[in-house]
């Protein structure tokens, strides 16, 4: 089964680093891309980093330098590194699996149930 589980979150300070991870238990399928998004009161979800299956990353300018993400292929886990947080980091955090179809021409979103982090000032 795809489906995304995520730990990690919770309050920190200012200036504190949190972990978030995100694992699949199931086997059998290509995950694409392994991504994270944050999505604060009142506003849209929004893209805080990703990285392909072939380890390219992406970041959101807001958290370039702050933020890293890693994955395990084998494990089919994405983790990321959260430092220097601060207030607005507040927000629910998803993360997110392309799985690629039988066909390898389509990706299919699979979305992990969210977790919170809070980062009081």
């Known amino acids: 089964q795809v489906q995304p589980v995520e730990s990690g979150g919770g309050l920190v300070q200012a200036g504190g680093s949190l972990t978030l991870s995100c694992a699949s238990s199931g086997s059998g399928f290509t995950i694409n891309r392994m991504g994270w998004y944050q999505q604060a009161p009142g506003k849209q979800r929004e893209l805080v980093a990703a990285i392909t299956k072939g380890g390219r990353t992406s970041y959101a300018d807001s958290v370039k330098g702050r933020f890293t993400i890693s994955r395990d292929n084998a494990k089919n886990t994405v983790t990321l590194q959260m430092n220097s947080l601060k207030p607005e980091d507040t927000a629910v955090y998803y993360c997110?699996?392309?799985?690629?179809?039988?066909?390898?021409?389509?990706?299919?979103?699979?979305w992990g149930q969210g977790t919170q982090v809070t980062v009081s000032s």
């Open positions: 997110n699996f392309k799985v690629a179809d039988v066909s390898g021409l389509y990706d299919y979103d699979y």
